[in-house]
Each structure stands twice: as structure tokens, then as C-alpha cells.
């Protein structure tokens, strides 16, 4: 038996343990979207020749999350309003919450914003550190999806290596309009 399981490693196939920790769709979508929303939002915070202030800036970064997230479970719930008939209902309560992956993959990089707001760290430390963990939970967020799709490991790596790259034009973007 274990000839075959070195066999089916061999050709890419993926462990069933692998397969039992499958994220949602909506997780991976949320999850995703929430770790690019929280880098645009950290490279807009990385003002150049203005005094930092942390605080406001961990607060809004937080704010902006949650306000995403609700505005994304809301919209779920007018496009199913409009698909079928019915008033509001648990299942439509539940399209709104669902879109919490959103909000926790903002969270590490306010945990590392508010290192700056305790005075561990300059802010803009704190900016280069959050976008760099983004830009690495991108990498393994795509490469996760596609080894739980099947993928073998030079599939998942590429496959991670492209989500990566949304975090590095970010980087980039954020070094040149600085």
C-alpha cells in the first residue's frame, strides 16, 4: 500500500486529509479579497511627508473591512431578492455574515498596525510588514485552493505564485506613487 500512496504523490494527486479541509468557495473569494483590500488600504496609509498617526489609520483600515464585507453580503442579498420571491429571511442574514473571511483576513494587518500604535514600530515599518505578510498569505491562499482542488505541486505553487502577484503590483505601485 504505501507503493501506491508514493505513486499518486508522484503524479500530483492530493492526500485525502487534504481534501477534508477543502475551503468554501466563498471562503477562498472572501478570503482573498479581503487580504487585497486590506494591502490597497494599507499602501494608501503610507503618506508621505504628513505626520503618521496610527490610531485613526488601524480604525479606518477595520472600518473599511466590516463596511466591505456588509456591503458584500447586502448585495448577496438584493441579487437573491431579485431572483426570488420572499422577504428577508435567516438564509439572507446568513449571505451577509458569510463574508466574514473578508474581515479576518484584514485582521493581521491591523494587528501589525497597531504594533505602530504602541510604539514597537514606525508606521511606515508597519505598512512594509503588513503588505509583505499580505502579499505571502496571497501565495499561499492560491496555492492552498489548488492543491484542495487536485492540483499537484508545481500547479499549486504557479497557481500561487499568480495571486502573488496582485500583493507585488501593490508593492509597486505603492513605491512609485510614493
Same mark, same amino acid.
Given at each position: 500500500?504505501?507503493?501506491?500512496?508514493?505513486?499518486?504523490?508522484?503524479?500530483?494527486?492530493?492526500?485525502?486529509?487534504?481534501?477534508l479541509?477543502?475551503?468554501?468557495?466563498?471562503?477562498?473569494?472572501?478570503?482573498?479579497?479581503?487580504?487585497?483590500?486590506?494591502?490597497?488600504?494599507?499602501?494608501?496609509?503610507?503618506?508621505?511627508?504628513?505626520?503618521?498617526?496610527?490610531?485613526?489609520?488601524?480604525?479606518?483600515v477595520?472600518?473599511?473591512?466590516?463596511?466591505?464585507?456588509?456591503?458584500?453580503?447586502?448585495?448577496? *442579498?438584493?441579487?437573491?431578492?431579485a431572483?426570488?420571491?420572499?422577504?428577508?429571511?435567516?438564509?439572507? *442574514?446568513?449571505?451577509?455574515?458569510?463574508?466574514?473571511?473578508? *474581515?479576518?483576513?484584514?485582521?493581521?494587518?491591523?494587528?501589525?498596525?497597531?504594533?505602530?500604535?504602541?510604539?514597537?514600530?514606525?508606521?511606515?515599518?508597519?505598512?512594509?510588514?503588513?503588505?509583505?505578510?499580505?502579499?505571502?498569505?496571497?501565495?499561499?491562499?492560491?496555492?492552498?485552493?489548488?492543491?484542495?482542488?487536485?492540483?499537484?505541486?508545481?500547479?499549486?505553487?504557479?497557481?500561487?505564485?499568480?495571486?502573488?502577484?496582485?500583493?507585488?503590483?501593490?508593492?509597486?505601485?505603492?513605491?512609485?506613487?510614493?
Amino acid at each position: 500500500m504505501p507503493e501506491r500512496a508514493d505513486h499518486l504523490r508522484r503524479w500530483g494527486v492530493v492526500p485525502r486529509s487534504t481534501l477534508l479541509h477543502r475551503p468554501s468557495e466563498q471562503s477562498l473569494f472572501s478570503g482573498i479579497y479581503g487580504l487585497v483590500l486590506a494591502s490597497a488600504l494599507v499602501a494608501a496609509l503610507d503618506a508621505t511627508g504628513g505626520k503618521a498617526d496610527p490610531g485613526p489609520d488601524v480604525l479606518w483600515v477595520l472600518l473599511t473591512a466590516l463596511a466591505s464585507g456588509a456591503a458584500h453580503g447586502y448585495a448577496r *442579498v438584493i441579487a437573491q431578492r431579485a431572483s426570488v420571491d420572499g422577504a428577508a429571511t435567516v438564509s439572507r *442574514v446568513r449571505l451577509v455574515l458569510a463574508e466574514w473571511p473578508l *474581515v479576518a483576513a484584514v485582521l493581521p494587518a491591523v494587528g501589525i498596525l497597531l504594533g505602530a500604535v504602541a510604539g514597537w514600530w514606525a508606521e511606515a515599518t508597519a505598512v512594509d510588514a503588513a503588505l509583505l505578510f499580505n502579499t505571502v498569505a496571497l501565495f499561499g491562499w492560491g496555492a492552498w485552493a489548488a492543491r484542495t482542488a487536485g492540483h499537484g505541486w508545481p500547479s499549486s505553487c504557479r497557481a500561487g505564485g499568480l495571486d502573488m502577484l496582485i500583493g507585488l503590483v501593490i508593492i509597486i505601485a505603492n513605491a512609485l506613487i510614493k
